[in-house]
């Protein structure tokens, strides 16, 4: 029998329950027994409504849990619940459970496409170091022989000079992009090595005061690695480029739950709505669509004049779910 016959059913016997009391008692009695009677009747449809409505309340209570990103939330229908709510739980449930197995497929995949990407960047930048940049390496050694046994100093003489001291110029951008396409040093020495080599690059470079603080108490997997190295490369250089920062602290942790990297910096600020609502300036929008693939959050927390905190948060466990890092507070 469906809910709304039951409560019709059971409303309708109380009212009729509170009839014959009513009915039978001395004319003396009569108002006390009717206050009683009403005031039984109005408890019990209360209750009923109540026990009517309990399935709603947890349909509710699990789509602000999913809304909120637990994704892990199930309707659990009361035992006695009507069967057109219970039914629409369990579709809800079904669709909750093919959303969390396309979620680990598309992680699974995106693991595979970012592990790809990598091999690539890594072939091409190993390319440029050991071929390109020894090639011109030579060509620097040759034009430095020729200049040196050369008998008198003529325009011939200069040019060549001046093709030595392009090779040279083209030498050390070609080296500085193999390292940017891909550091060697993260596969060999991992993260934290990693974002200090880039903190070193931008320090020697613009002088501004870079450091790097770890906290690692698991090791943090390729794929997630990677994403927080370019995340970090990102916002280092934003706050070269457009924060005009004097200095900024990199602090990478990881608990074997989840890796997190945090840049701040001292600059000039931004606004962080108006720069998203625009999609442009700072890589705001590249470095979320990175993490989304690794089901990663970011949150940015910057105003005008007040310095700029990055963070990003991984998670390592093999749910889909991840809380979204709280906004931090301007520095």
């Not at 059913?9 to 329950?17: K, P, Q, V």
């Amino acid at each position: 029998m469906p809910l709304l016959w039951k409560i019709v059913t059971a409303d309708l016997a109380i009212n009729i329950l509170a009839l014959l009391m009513v009915r039978s008692v001395d004319q003396e009695h009569m108002n006390e027994v009717m206050v009683v009677s009403l005031f039984t009747t109005l408890v019990l449809n209360a209750a009923l409504v109540y026990w009517a409505l309990l399935p709603l309340r947890g349909l509710e209570s699990t789509a602000y849990r999913v809304w909120h990103g637990d994704l892990d939330a199930r309707v659990r229908a009361p035992r006695f619940a009507d069967r057109n709510i219970a039914r629409i739980g369990e579709t809800l449930n079904h669709l909750l459970d093919h959303v969390t197995e396309d979620r680990i497929r598309m992680r699974a995949l995106a693991s595979q496409v970012i592990s790809a990407g990598d091999k690539e960047r890594a072939h091409i930048a190993r390319e440029l170091h050991d071929s390109t940049a020894q090639s011109l390496g030579a060509l620097d050694l040759l034009l430095a022989a020729v200049l040196r046994d050369a008998p008198v100093q003529d325009a011939t003489t200069a040019r060549l000079r001046v093709m030595q001291r392009i090779v040279g110029e083209t030498l050390a951008e070609v080296r500085t992009l193999s390292h940017s396409v891909h550091p060697r040093i993260l596969d060999d020495l991992g993260l934290v090595a990693a974002i200090e080599a880039a903190a070193r690059m931008a320090r020697e470079q613009t002088g501004i005061d870079a450091r790097v603080a770890a906290d690692l108490r698991a090791p943090v997997p390729p794929e997630a690695a990677s994403v927080l190295y370019r995340v970090a490369q990102e916002a280092i250089w934003n706050a070269v480029r457009h924060a005009e920062a004097d200095a900024l602290r990199v602090a990478v942790a990881c608990d074997g739950r989840a890796a997190s990297l945090e840049v701040a910096d001292d600059g000039c600020g931004f606004d962080v709505e108006a720069t998203e609502a625009r999609r442009a300036g700072l890589g705001l929008f590249t470095m979320r669509e990175r993490l989304a693939l690794v089901d990663g959050a970011l949150a940015i927390a910057s105003r005008p004049g007040a310095g700029t905190r990055v963070r990003a948060v991984v998670p390592l466990d093999a749910g889909p779910n991840v809380a979204a890092p709280a906004a931090a507070a301007a520095p």
